[in-house]
């Protein structure tokens, strides 16, 4: 569990690690468990109104990133501390789909412990937001991807945490909803100081958005620095991959996922005379 601390950071992550279980069944009904790090030794600090952008490609372990920071996930090893309330917008996360979007914001209001009167302000600034219309008395599952992330959204922002994680929330909403997102966050991190990530596969809207950059490539933290130069050399990255052959990049990926797996123990075996 992430402890929460008083000091000029938001975050620090010191050797953290998160490993996940893969089960694989053979054509023979059996089951074949591999652990594998989702992320490797990552250490790190985050400053309190740092407005840092995650980028890695696809399975890098930026999503596993974002889980832990929100408190969503746990890590397996290092320490975390984290000085804020955190909230994680991402595209499906905290909403239960049988009920309806104001039972979501009565819901997530009282697993925060929130009292009655705030909760009902919290709606109003959801209904103000989120622009669902009668939609919020239908539920979840009902909506569009489009429409959950809408929802998510405005909760999230309605909370008004000390710390954001944005994970990729804005890629599937309407031109005009993302606008709207992105000019509050601008705020968010101009006038009200708040520490965000944010992760996005849109270098532009990185370059743009965020100072600090951190890329994750293959469970591990390669490079955290300004985030021009961060982007600069992660496109060099892409580049690079995009060159390879089809046969290249395979065993490129496949090599790059061995180095991820933890070997399985020797088991002790009992040897009677
Ligand atoms: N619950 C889980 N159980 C097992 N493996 C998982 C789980 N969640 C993620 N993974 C694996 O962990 C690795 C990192 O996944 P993660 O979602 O963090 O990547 P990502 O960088 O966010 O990728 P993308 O850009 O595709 O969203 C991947 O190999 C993924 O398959």
Known sequence: ?????DSEYAVICDHISKIYTLRN????????????????????KTKKGEVVGIL??????????????????EINEGTMQINGEQALIAIQTGL??????????????????????????ITNDVIDFAELGDFLYQPVKKYSSGMKSRLGFSISLALNP?????????????????????????KLRDEEGKTIFFISHSLPQVREFCRTGMWI?????????????????????????????????????????EKRLIEPKPKHRLFHR
């Not at 023979?28 to 790190?44: C, I």
């Not at 994680?165 to 509050?184: H, Q, T, W, Y």
């Open 96 to 121: 239960q789909m049988q009920l309806t979007g104001l039972e979501n914001i009565d819901a997530k209001g009282a697993l925060m412990g929130l009292r009655k009167k705030r909760i009902e302000e």
């Open 162 to 186: 000390d710390i954001f994680i944005v994970d990729e929330a804005l890629s599937v909403g309407d031109k005009g909803f993302a606008k709207k997102c992105m000019d509050r966050m601008m």
């Open 25 to 44: 069944k053979d054509n023979q009904h059996r089951t074949d468990k591999k652990e594998f790090y989702a992320l490797k030794d990552v250490s790190f």
């Open 217 to 257: 490539e293959g469970g591990r933290l390669i490079e955290i620095d300004d985030i021009d130069k961060v982007c600069d050399d992660y496109a060099e990255y892409v580049d690079f991959m995009n060159a390879m052959t089809k046969k290249q990049k395979k065993e490129f990926l496949e090599k790059k996922f």
């Open 56 to 73: 890695g490609t696809n399975g890098s372990g930026k999503s596993t990133l974002s889980l832990l920071l929100s408190g969503i996930s």
């Open 1 to 5: 569990m992430a402890k929460k601390v």
